[in-house]
């Protein structure tokens, strides 16, 4: 189960990194080259979705990857339409930091039946939305606003209640793009008052950026933009 070598991956302070990629900005015939960086990766995990996925490649994306990559391929997804019984996984987000009832409840009903009968295993996941200087996709999918980055109290309040909601994971996301990534005061002090697995994400363009997360207490961080714009991320 990919959960539980998450939370084991917590128990042994092994810090885990997701490579987020969106369909909508991946070329099927540049895949090759693509997995090649993957696979020389440090990565442990596939996050697969965006906020918009408007083409019709995520099954053939999965299955190709598949081929190629042994790491876990997870469902990240926006809505309901994007779903394949291919991946290995899905994170069934609530958009915990907005009180948009679509992005709280509705799509999580609209996908139930769907995920009911798929083999993937589901992942509910405590999705915090943090103020990052600039729109982000999320927030303008969502039409919800992120929460203030310099109040970490509320935002501590919020994870600590999606943590008793039940959610197995809490996310702390800046967004696609993001001017700031996640302030690490606030990962380090969330991290110490939940004890579930944290996702940090958004706004990590380096390295350095990731160590950084990690040092403050993020369990697992995911890079998007950085990778896609450049596959030679780490080799840097």
């Not at 589901?122 to 980055?149: C, F, Q």
């Amino acid at each position: 189960m990919i959960y539980n070598q998450i939370v084991r991956a917590k128990s042994e302070n092994k810090k885990l990194l997701a490579l987020l990629l969106d369909p909508d900005k991946v070329v099927l015939e540049n895949l090759e080259g693509l997995i090649s960086k993957i696979n020389q990766s440090p990565a442990s995990h596939i996050f697969i979705g965006g906020s918009l996925v408007e083409n019709n490649i995520l099954d053939e994306l999965v299955i190709r990857l598949k081929q190629k990559i042994s790491l876990p391929i997870v469902l990240f997804p926006g809505d309901p339409s994007q779903i394949s019984k291919e991946a290995d996984a899905i994170l069934l987000l609530s958009l915990i930091s907005g009180r948009n009832p679509d992005y709280l409840i509705e799509y999580q009903v609209k996908a139930a039946p769907v995920l009911k009968q798929s083999p993937l295993e589901i992942i509910s996941t405590g999705y915090i939305l943090i103020e990052s200087g600039n729109e982000t996709a999320v927030e303008r999918v969502s039409k919800t606003r992120p929460l203030d980055r310099n109040n970490i109290d509320y935002v501590i309040q919020t994870a600590q209640a999606g943590e008793m909601l039940g959610n197995k994971l809490i996310y702390l996301e800046a967004g696609s793009g993001a001017k700031e990534s996640v302030p690490l005061e606030m990962i380090q002090k969330v991290s110490k008052n939940i004890l579930i697995p944290l996702v940090v994400g958004g706004g990590i363009v380096d390295l350095q950026g990731i160590q950084n997360a990690y040092d403050s207490g993020a369990d697992l961080v995911v890079i998007g933009t950085a990778f896609e714009n450049n596959p030679g991320f780490f080799e840097s």
